[in-house]
């Protein structure tokens, strides 16, 4: 069953429409590294029956009459699996650089309006015996959490397993014929509706509490101020051009050192991994003889709450400026102001509002809606995206998951760097304009080095010029 059309919800309306500017694509690829080639006909076996559970990979987008509102989700006319998971080999045995390279240009291509958004590549003939999976989906389809959560219905919790880990989760997201899936775009219209009346009886009730009404509303104003303002020049002196090619880069390092890390500075594991890509960056500059004190950055902060649709976006883009300490600086320091800038964030009542002002956004014309998040966005120097991976070993159709490397978009940024947990392993992907960033391998090794200085401190020096991209973490003491 295809599901019944269903209205796109603001959030992710927004991201479909906002390609009016090719520069801000909003193509979610991420690359599964596994041990061995899966067999083919049980995961084709797989996706058919997530297919069957999951309403939104058989849907296409339907434009409205005028270009204003949101667009609908409606059953493909014709659905063809064979056309959205493919397999091919590539020559010579390649590593996962050659993957990369295949999956960066996979995600500079647009997708097919006249099927859903979504293809997986399976790639054989990886070194040691190896093969990886390359997912794209467009971000309109859902964010990287839900994307992690959907990947859970193709995936067995054993190498032999002959049922999907979850099924019976998979049973909740299947549309039932009476058009719950309407209903629930529904019942989102009439909470947009409640949230303009509250604000006005907020008003209203002013007269009578007009200290703490008037505050609170001037507060929720101003935050909200501070969500929609355009941005100048990027703070960057050397990422200054867009364009719409990528280029993809990996690596890995130790999760619980870098909690550990994290635990001594007094932050967070999401804001020792922000100071690695803020020290990371200043490396860059420095090797190129730039200086840098400040950079400004976006943030994905989710809002997913449980019975959340997974098909659909759930989370607040925040934009702030972050500070790049001195190389001699305690690596603690640049936790520790991260910390503070984040928490602001999550403690205001900005990430109330999102919901609100994604329907107001929501009401503008494509081009409208293109041109102001073309001036939120376009300025970045660089997207920190977390992304909470799989704590146990999980298989697809009998090869186990080695590594998981998402590569979110830059979205107007010069470059998206994106944690992935995996096991006892922090897997990096790096998603990169390389208008923007002109020595994309430059930046891999800087990247890799900020989370070296993280985790053992300001004087780390290690190259990362000798490890592959994507290899496991090397032994005690190399921290990355």
């Given amino acids: 069953m295809s599901g019944a059309p269903a209205l796109m919800q603001p959030a992710d309306s927004i991201l479909w429409r906002i390609e009016r500017d090719a520069v801000l694509r909003s193509t979610i690829t991420a690359v599964t590294l596994l ?75 647009g997708f097919d309006h006249t099927r859903p958004l979504w293809e997986f590549t399976l790639v054989r003939g990886l070194s040691g015996g190896q093969a990886a999976l390359v ?79 008037t505050r609170e509303l001037l507060d929720a104003a101003r935050w909200a101020a501070r969500l929609l303002a355009p941005t100048g020049a990027p703070l960057s002196p050397l990422m200054l051009r867009r364009s719409t090619r990528l280029r993809f880069a990996a690596f890995d390092t130790d999760l619980d050192r870098l909690r550990q890390a994290a635990h001594r500075a007094g932050g967070s594991l999401n804001d020792a991994f922000v100071a690695a890509v803020v020290a990371g960056l200043r490396r860059y500059h420095e090797a190129q003889g730039a200086r840098v004190s400040r950079l400004r950055m976006t943030l994905p902060v989710s809002i997913r709450r449980p019975g959340d649709p997974l098909e659909q976006n759930r989370f607040t883009p925040v934009r702030f400026v972050v500070p790049v300490l001195a190389s001699d600086d305690s690596p603690a320091l640049a936790v520790q102001a991260i910390s503070a800038i984040i928490r602001s964030w999550r403690e205001g009542p900005a990430l109330g509002l999102s919901d609100g002002l994604a329907h107001l956004l929501n009401a503008l014309p494509t081009e409208a809606v293109s041109r102001v998040f073309g001036a939120l966005l376009k300025n970045v120097d660089f997207v920190a995206t977390n992304v909470p991976g799989l704590p146990v070993p999980y298989y697809l159709a009998g090869a186990k998951l080695v590594g998981q490397y998402a590569f979110a978009p830059p979205s107007g940024a010069a470059l998206n760097v994106a944690l992935v947990s995996h096991l006892d392993r922090v897997c990096v992907g790096v998603n990169m304009d390389p208008a923007a960033v002109t020595d994309t391998p430059l930046m891999a090794r800087s990247l890799e080095e900020g989370f070296a200085e993280v985790l053992d401190g300001p004087t780390a020096r290690r190259s990362a010029a000798h490890r592959r991209p994507g290899s496991p973490p090397q032994a005690e003491g190399a921290g990355s």
Avoid: N
């Fill in 35 to 109: 041990d061995r080639a899966p067999d083919w006909a049980r995961l084709r076996r797989r996706m058919d029956e997530a297919v069957d559970m999951i309403p939104r990979l058989r849907q296409v987008v339907a434009e409205p009459a005028w270009p204003v509102g949101s667009p609908h989700w409606a059953p493909a006319e014709e659905f063809d699996l064979d056309y959205h998971l493919r397999q091919l080999s590539l020559p010579d045995e390649p590593g996962l650089g050659a993957v990369l390279d295949f999956a960066a240009r996979e995600a500079m291509k």
């Fill in 135 to 213: 997912e794209k989906f467009h971000h309109a389809v859902t964010d990287g959490l839900g994307g992690m959560q959907l990947a859970l219905q193709v995936l067995d919790a054993s190498r032999d397993a002959a049922d999907l880990v979850a099924a019976v989760r998979g049973a909740e997201l299947h549309a039932p014929a009476d058009g719950r899936t309407l209903r629930r775009a529904t019942a989102a219209a009439r909470a947009a509706a409640a949230l303009e009346a509250d604000l006005v009886r907020t008003v209203v009730r002013a007269g009578t509490m007009p200290v703490r009404s």
